[in-house]
Structures are given as structure tokens and as C-alpha cells.
């Protein structure tokens, strides 16, 4: 049709004179389609390669077959091996795992227990309470720290107990730390609960704990396994509280790396540390696959 | 949600174990620090609280002033570097394309679930004398200068005469760059989360109305996304300025936080009481930050981070 | 008020300083489908709630088939609702949520398995019983609320804005199942709404709510052309309303003096009022014409200020000589409406004295 080439022409030819800056040309990047220019994609990319570029390295330099630890000279599982037969490091690991384990139960079922009672009940001085249980979340680690030193030592908390009683001091410690990080993640999942589901079992004949056990309960599960899976990893992760609790027979893993560390890099410590950072990435995945919200449940 | 009192039973099971624990185990410990602060170290291991203000009076004493000065414009500089890297990437994950996004998150989220001391200890590898920065350079030393050579130039030695490498390690620089890497994480999140909340048409309407990206920026997105960077700020500063592990791995003796000083009255300097005093200035020094942040959030009149 | 399947006395509802429900009473008879219908916030959801157990009256009593329900929880109340998002529980299958409510009192398995089939049966989505709740419409939510209420067989079934989260097309298909749903099972039925085509096209009585007081309770013909308050005639449909005074009464007329218009003549019912009235008239009711029309009809001069097409129908703004604002509804029963009715035309509005109505209240 004439006509349109015509129009068509003419917009071309107004459209020539504008500015037309190399970079623009021919794109078909919409305005807000930041995510898609090259400098956004370049600054990230980077970012992201920085961000990650020194845990990898330390990963992949546990396999190096060198002390100097800097240049590449072959594969090798020897680290692994020595790390292995490090009784020290390996008690220290068995230690780590058996307070994460008992810390992660407690915290989890007082921490849901807590979310439940700030998301059900209205009671006096709730903001107050509200605000006492983020306290652990928001002072900082050395201060904990040297409470916890403070206390065990005045009360004169028994040490030397056998296995694995011996660790109570610790475990205590991380409990505190970690159950108001779970009430978070539940609590933060309850609010999507809509309170029609619970009212609605309740018309049909259920009684409280029915509705609790048939209703409230599976809408929890994600937050409560994802409050877990975080209490988990904050223990298994945590220095500065557990240094100033543990004493020189209840070493973690951390306070053991980090005594390895002040004395000298080694390929060990980054196998030790290879291994830990594997452990922490599958539990986060499947944090992630459980916080992931359940299709529906919003309406 | 109901009063307690239709359900007593049931609020006090369910309240009770969180409420015993927090109180045992962690308002009692507090308590006893406020008290030590107030004490006087009479032996080795005898303190007597005599409710002296001794100890905080010492903290006024030049060398621990610089320290505490010295914290804070670190954990400044820090909080401001991590600001200017994490806005853009939040930006970017909330404009990628929707199936991304979870990815682009959880990247950003992983190294925080990654033991802090491994992280620390990366970067001891990547800063060190012999590590991997280093390396690079003389790498890149000797790429040059083998050119200079090739090209004639190499008897003038223009880039030295041997490589010198930087001291990236133990000073300030090597404790900021460790709190950058290490809380960056806790910037990007709060600032994700307000510009995935921003309604995108008023961008559009910028735009529209002929502002350029840059204006749009600066006047629609910044300022609607205050929390966002209140919060983000809050997050960042606060555990840098009582972090410990960064300065002790990273900073050498020059580059000691109030965290190592702490560290150091119970550990080494065996003097809890003047630590005690110390660790409260902290958290009263944390407290405050908090409570600037509700201020402001108030003040930004109901957008709530 | 025999066969009352409700009896609502003297209800009343505060929340801390506000009162949501204002000492209502009425009566609903078995079998009945029963509309409460007001703006949001009148108070009708807390009242469908206090029905279902789910909040507890601060005054008065419900009577539930003869039973005084005052303390008993909601779980042991032989009420059923329908929730407004359908509360249709995400981690069970249809077949499940329908029989929930048979499961918890302990009802045989087998027996649950036939009455929920059964039920979804009747809400015709016998096909999806295995389905996630993730896998269906809005529609189909909607259904498995109403099998999942509707086995329980119970006395009273409660629909909280059941048609509020679907689109156009689909609401107007429910109203016409819901009805037929409701005369086919024999249930009471009471629905709150906030839309008055809805309540009108189904419901055999409603009570017009406003404010925590019920204004009126009538069938929707009651309400439409004789509601008892302005505050009815304007909630319903559209209405053009005449502030006058009591002239004089005689026999079966009134005459009320508007200003600027004049004497209307205005049929009366009952009692002769006095004082500051309004005249309410329908849109449709109103007629226009270029010529003076002939006959007793009341007629006033004024001219068509603006014009809203609606395809079956056309709403003409007009201001009458002396100003006051009114509507006329007419219907485009030909197809040249163009034509015939132009903004800025002079016009002659008129209506049956019988079709105007006084307002007291």
C-alpha cells in the first residue's frame, strides 16, 4: 500500500537527525529493562565473580598438590586424607555436629512455640516481648559472647562432664542465639496464613487440636523445617559465641579452624573447609526448597 | 489473633520455654556483664562490684578512644562501599526476568550461610603477600616488562627494578574489604526487597514526563526506596561495628576493632570488668543505631521497610 | 413465625468503642434464601459470623431451630459457611476437604467416601474429586466450599460474598446454580453481599443493612418499588429524590410542595406524614417528551444536560427549570436514539402520580 510507505518514509526520515548513539542501535531493550543492558550485566557479573571468586579458589586449591598453596601443581585427595587423620580436627567435627543437632531441636520446637504465641495472642506488653526476643538477633556476637563467658563461669557451670554433657554450655548458648531466628521464620510464614482456613475447619466440626493438627500444622511445616535448616547452619557456623564458651576439651569446628588458621594456611584447613562449605550449600538448598511458598495457599 | 485470656492454658504452655530461656540464658548473662562493669578486679580471679565508674571512665582514655573512633569510621566506609556495590545488584535482580530472580537471590544469599571464618580465611589467600592479588601483578609485572624489553625500552627499567608487592594484608583496607565481602548479603536483601515492592509504573511516568534514566533515578527510586537503604545501612553497621573475627584475621595489630579489644580484657588482659564496661558501650552503641532507624522510619511516614 | 429456622433477637456487636451490629431482630423461615445486603462495613459479615459461631454477640440471642446458640463453639453449631476465599484447604485433594468435615466427628471412611462424592455430585464437579486445590479455577474452588458445607447437612448454610472474587460472566452463571442449588437441597440459606443485583436476582427476602441496623427486610419487588427509607431507595438501584414539605393530605393523596417544581401529587399509604419529606421517583419511570404530554401525569419543564449510552438502555442527566438535577432511564427501543435526544434540548419530564413514592426517613 503507497500510503504507508509514505508515512513510513517520512518517520524515518524525522526520526534520522535525532541523536543516535552507537550503543542504541538496533536494540529492543524496553526502557525499564535495566537487567538486559550490557554495563548492568558487566557490574553484576563482576560483583558476583568477586563475591565467589575466593571461595572457589579455596575449594578447588584443597586438591592442589603444593604447600605453597599459590601455584597449581597437580590433583590430590592428601589434604583430605590428612585432614582425616587429624584426630583433633575430627573430634572437633563430631563435636560441631552434635551440638548443631541437639541446639537445631530445641531451638526449633521453643522458637515455633514462640512464633505461635506472637501470631495467635493479643496480650499486654506484646511489643515489649516482641522486641526482647529479637534481642539476641540484634546484639552483637562479642557480646553475647563474653555473657555467656560471664555467666557459665559465676554460676560455676560443671566442667569436665563426660560426652556429651560436656558440650551442655555451648549447646545452651546456641539455643539462646538461634531459637528467635526460628520464631522469625515461622512467624514470617504464619502471616501468610489466611485465618479463614482455620475458621473454616472449625464450622465443619473440628475441635482446637484438630484444626491444629489438621490445619495450622501442614501450613507451618515449610517455615518450621526452613527455621530448622537456619538453626542448623547458625550453629554449625558460629565462632565468636562458641570461642568464648567452649573451653580447651570442647573444641567446634570453627574455633579449631580458626586456631589452625592464626598458626598457618594450610591445603588441610581448606579441605576441612571444603567439606563444611558442601555441607552448608545442600542444607541451604533445601532450605530454599521448602521456604519456596506452597502454590495456592495464598488465597 | 485473641487474647491470651481466652486461652490461658494453652498461652502460657506455648510462651513459657521461649520465655525461660531468654530470661536464664540470655537476660541474666547481660545482667551479669552490666554488673562486672561496675566492678574492680581485686586478684587473678576475685572481682568486687563496688559500683564504680572506673571502668568506663578508662574507656575515655585516648588509646581506646582512637579504637572506638577508629571502628566507627571503618565500619562507615565500609556500610558506604557496600551501599554503592549492593544497590546496583538489587536493582538488577529486580528488573531480571522473573524466572531468574530466585537464582540471582540465592546467589547473593549462599556466601552468607558460608561459615564466616571460611570466608574470612578466602580472603586471607586472596590478600596475602603470596596470594592470589599479588600473584596477579607480578604476572602482569612481568607480561609488561617482558614487553618493554621486546619493544627496546627494558634497560630504563620504567616499572621498577623488581616487583614490590602491596601490602593488601593486616591494615584497615584489608578489614574493609573483609566487612564489604562478608555483610554485603545484609545490604542487598533489604534493598531488593523495597525495589521489588516499588510500583515500576512511576518509573514509567518519569520517563514519560521526560525525565532521563539518571533523574528518574535520583528523584523517584532513591527516595521511595529509603527504607530500603535506612535498613540496609542499619544492618551492615551494626555487626561491623562489633565485629571481631574480621579485624583479628585481616587486620593485624594495627588494625584492631573494639571487638578485639573486648576480646582481649577476658582473654589475655584478664580485666572482665573494664571488658564488661567496653562490651555495653557497644551495645548501647548498637542500640542507639537502632533506634535512629525507627526514628527515621518513622519520619518516612508509613513506608516501612 | 412458626416455622422460624433463625431466630435473630436483639443481637448486638461492639468492638472495643465500635458497634459493628445495633440490636437487630428478625425472623428466617426454613427454606428460605435470604439475603443480607449493605455497604461495606454495615455490619453484615459480623452478623453471618455470629450465625456460624465464629464471634459471640456482646447482647441478644440466636435461636437455631428452637435452640438457644448462645455458647456453643462454632464446631458443634449445625451452620455451615461458605467462606469468602473459599478457605479451601491447600494441602488436601478435593475428595478431602470435602470430607473433612465428616472425618473430624468420626463418621466410617466408607461413609465419607459416598457423601462427599455425593455432594461434589451436586455441585457437579463429580470428575475432580482427586484434584489439588492448585489445580482449579475460582468456579471450582467455589464449588468444593459448597459440597464441603453442604454434606454436613446442615440446618443453615452461610455464604460470606461467595460471588465477590469471580469474574462478571461466571458470577452471574453461580447466582442462577445458587438458587437452584438452594431450592433443590431444601437448606436455608443466608447470603451477605454487597452487590444488589445479586441479592435481587437470588435471594427470596432480603434485609437491607446500613450502619449496624437493618433499614428494611422485604422480597426484592418490596424493595425496589417501595423501600421505606431514602437510604433503601438510593442503595437500590437509582432513584431520583425531591426534598419537599407536607402540603395537605386527603383520601389516598398528598400533595408535597418542592421547591421550584411546585405541588406533587404523591399516592399515600397508611398514616399521613408531616413535616420535611422526600419524593422518590425511579429513573425508568420517568417520560420525556418535546410536547406538553395531556392526562393527570405530574409534568415539569427542564432540558437534557448530558447523555450516558448504555446499548439496551440510556441514562439522560437533566435539570429541570428551576435546577434541581434528575435522571431519567430510557430504553433504546428503536434504533435511531441518536436523533432523537440531543444534549441541550428542551424537554418535558413527566410520571404517573401512582409511580412516585414519600419518604419519611
Redesign the interface.
Known amino acids: 500500500m503507497p500510503a504507508d510507505t509514505s508515512i513510513d518514509r517520512v518517520m524515518r526520515t524525522e526520526a534520522a537527525p535525532r541523536k543516535r548513539r552507537w550503543w542504541r542501535r538496533k536494540s529492543d531493550i524496553g526502557a525499564l529493562d535495566y537487567a538486559r543492558r550490557w554495563w548492568m550485566k558487566l557490574f553484576v557479573g563482576a560483583m558476583f565473580a568477586m563475591l565467589y571468586a575466593p571461595i572457589i579458589t579455596l575449594m578447588l586449591f584443597s586438591f592442589n598438590d603444593s604447600r605453597r598453596n599459590i601455584v597449581w601443581k597437580g590433583f590430590t585427595f592428601k589434604y583430605y586424607i590428612k585432614a582425616w587423620n587429624n584426630d583433633g580436627l575430627i573430634e572437633a567435627f563430631a563435636n560441631s555436629l552434635t551440638i548443631a543437632v541437639i541446639s537445631t531441636v530445641l531451638s526449633t520446637i521453643i522458637g515455633a512455640m514462640v512464633a505461635l504465641t506472637l501470631w495467635r495472642f493479643r496480650f499486654p506488653g506484646k511489643p515489649a516481648y516482641e522486641g526482647f526476643m529479637a534481642l539476641p538477633i540484634v546484639v552483637p556476637e562479642i557480646c553475647m559472647g563474653v555473657a555467656m563467658l560471664v555467666f557459665f563461669a559465676r554460676i560455676g557451670w560443671p566442667s569436665g562432664m563426660p560426652w556429651p554433657l560436656n558440650l551442655s554450655s555451648i549447646t545452651i548458648a546456641h539455643v539462646a542465639f538461634s531459637f528467635p531466628f526460628v520464631a522469625v521464620v515461622v512467624r514470617a510464614r504464619m502471616t501468610g496464613f489466611n485465618r479463614e482456613l482455620e475458621e473454616a475447619a472449625k464450622d465443619l466440626g473440628a475441635s482446637e487440636w484438630q484444626t491444629f493438627r489438621d490445619v495450622i500444622l501442614p501450613f507451618m511445616k515449610p517455615g518450621v523445617v526452613a527455621g530448622a535448616l537456619l538453626a542448623f547452619t547458625l550453629s554449625l557456623d558460629d565462632f565468636v559465641i562458641t570461642f568464648f564458651t567452649s573451653g580447651p576439651d570442647t573444641v567446634t569446628f570453627p574455633v579449631k579452624v580458626y586456631s589452625m588458621v592464626r598458626f598457618s594456611v594450610t591445603p588441610e584447613v581448606n579441605a576441612a573447609s571444603t567439606v563444611l562449605v558442601v555441607i552448608t550449600v545442600i542444607a541451604t538448598f533445601f532450605a530454599m526448597k521448602f521456604q519456596a511458598p506452597v502454590k495456592g495457599s495464598a488465597d | ?4 485470656k481466652t ?1 490461658r492454658f ?2 502460657w ?3 513459657l ?2 520465655t525461660f ?2 530470661l536464664v ?6 545482667s ?2 552490666w554488673i ?1 562493669s561496675f566492678g574492680e578486679k581485686t586478684g587473678i580471679l576475685t572481682i568486687d562490684i563496688t559500683w564504680t565508674l572506673e571502668n568506663y571512665i578508662r574507656s575515655t582514655e585516648t588509646v581506646y578512644l582512637e579504637i572506638i573512633w577508629k571502628s566507627v569510621w571503618v565500619s562507615a566506609l565500609a556500610t558506604i562501599a557496600c551501599l554503592l ?1 549492593a544497590y ?2 538489587a ?3 529486580s ?3 522473573n524466572r ?1 530472580k ?1 537464582w540471582l537471590l ?6 552468607f ?7 574470612t ?6 590478600f ?1 603477600t ?3 592479588v599479588n ?1 596477579s601483578l607480578e604476572w602482569l609485572w612481568d607480561g609488561a616488562n617482558s614487553i618493554l624489553n621486546f619493544v627496546g625500552l627494558g634497560q630504563f627499567q620504567l616499572l621498577g627494578e623488581r616487583f614490590e608487592a602491596l601490602p593488601l594484608l593486616y591494615n584497615n583496607g584489608a578489614v574493609i574489604a573483609g566487612i564489604v ?1 562478608v555483610f ?1 548479603p545484609f545490604m542487598v536483601l533489604p534493598l531488593y526487597a523495597n525495589i521489588e515492592k516499588l510500583d ?1 509504573s512511576y ?2 511516568a518519569s ?1 514519560d514526563l521526560g525525565a532521563s534514566h539518571v533523574r528518574t533515578f535520583w528523584s523517584i527510586v532513591v527516595p521511595l526506596t529509603m527504607p530500603g537503604i535506612i535498613s540496609g545501612i542499619i544492618l551492615v553497621f ?2 561491623a ?2 565485629s ?2 574480621i579485624p583479628d ?1 585481616l587486620g593485624g595489630t594495627n588494625a584492631q576493632m573494639i ?1 578485639n579489644v ?2 582481649r580484657q ?1 582473654k589475655a588482659a584478664n580485666d ?1 570488668p573494664f ?2 564496661a567496653l ?2 558501650l ?2 548501647y552503641a ?1 542500640f542507639g543505631a ?1 533506634a535512629l532507624r525507627a526514628v527515621l522510619s518513622r519520619e518516612g511516614g508509613g513506608m516501612n521497610a | 413465625m412458626t416455622d422460624a429456622i433463625i431466630s435473630i433477637r436483639n443481637i448486638t456487636k461492639r468492638f472495643g468503642q465500635v458497634v459493628a451490629v445495633d440490636n437487630i431482630s428478625f425472623d428466617i423461615p426454613t427454606n428460605e434464601f435470604f439475603a443480607l445486603l449493605g455497604p461495606s462495613g454495615c455490619g453484615k459479615t459480623t452478623l453471618l459470623r455470629m450465625i456460624s459461631g465464629l464471634e459471640n454477640p456482646t447482647e441478644g440471642a440466636i435461636i437455631l431451630d428452637g435452640v438457644d446458640t448462645t455458647g456453643i463453639p462454632p464446631n458443634r453449631r449445625p451452620v455451615n459457611m461458605v467462606f469468602q476465599s473459599y478457605a479451601v484447604f491447600p494441602h488436601m485433594n478435593v475428595l478431602e476437604n470435602v470430607g473433612y468435615g465428616l472425618k473430624v466427628v468420626g463418621t466410617p471412611k466408607s461413609e465419607i467416601e459416598t457423601r462427599a462424592r455425593d455432594a461434589l455430585q451436586k455441585v457437579q464437579l463429580p470428575e475432580l474429586a482427586e484434584r489439588m486445590p492448585d489445580q482449579l479455577s475460582g468456579g471450582q474452588r467455589q464449588r468444593v466450599a459448597l459440597a464441603r458445607a453442604l454434606v454436613k447437612e446442615p440446618k443453615v448454610l452461610l455464604l460470606d460474598e461467595p460471588l465477590s472474587a469471580l469474574d462478571a460472566k461466571l458470577r452471574e452463571q453461580m447466582r442462577l446454580e445458587l438458587a437452584n442449588l438452594q431450592a433443590s437441597v431444601g437448606i436455608t440459606f443466608i447470603i451477605v453481599t454487597h452487590d444488589q443485583d445479586e441479592a435481587l436476582s437470588m435471594a427470596d427476602r432480603i434485609a437491607v443493612m446500613d450502619s449496624g441496623r437493618v433499614s428494611q427486610i422485604a422480597t426484592p419487588e418490596e424493595l425496589y418499588e417501595s423501600p421505606k427509607t431514602r437510604f433503601v431507595a438510593d442503595f437500590i438501584g437509582k432513584v431520583n429524590l425531591l426534598d419537599g414539605t407536607v402540603g395537605s393530605a386527603g383520601g389516598k393523596q398528598i400533595t408535597i410542595n418542592v421547591d421550584g417544581v411546585g405541588q406533587l401529587k404523591v399516592p399515600l399509604e397508611g398514616d399521613a406524614p408531616s413535616g420535611e419529606v422526600a419524593v422518590a421517583i425511579r429513573p425508568e419511570k420517568l417520560k420525556l417528551s418535546s410536547r406538553k404530554p395531556a392526562g393527570d401525569d405530574v409534568k415539569i419543564q427542564g432540558k437534557v444536560v448530558n447523555l450516558a449510552y448504555y446499548g439496551n438502555a440510556s441514562h439522560v442527566f437533566l435539570e429541570t427549570d428551576s435546577g434541581l438535577p434528575m435522571t431519567a432511564n430510557v430504553q433504546n427501543d428503536t434504533r435511531d436514539f441518536e436523533g432523537a435526544i440531543d444534549v441541550g434540548d428542551k424537554t418535558w419530564i413527566s410520571w404517573r402520580p401512582d409511580d412516585a413514592l414519600v419518604l419519611t426517613e
Open positions: 489473633m485473641e487474647s491470651w486461652n494453652v498461652f504452655v506455648m510462651s520455654p521461649g530461656w531468654l540464658f540470655f537476660l541474666v548473662p547481660m551479669l556483664v562486672m556495590i546496583p545488584i536493582f538488577a535482580i528488573f531480571a526476568p531468574w530466585p540465592l546467589a547473593v544469599i549462599l556466601p550461610w558460608i561459615n564466616l571464618l571460611i570466608r580465611y578466602a580472603l586471607i589467600a586472596v596475602r603470596r596470594g592470589f600473584f565481602y554485603m515500576k518509573l514509567e520517563l551494626i555487626p561495628l562489633g571481631f573475627l584475621l571487638g573486648i576480646e577476658f572482665w571488658g564488661s562490651s555495653f557497644l551495645m548498637t537502632l
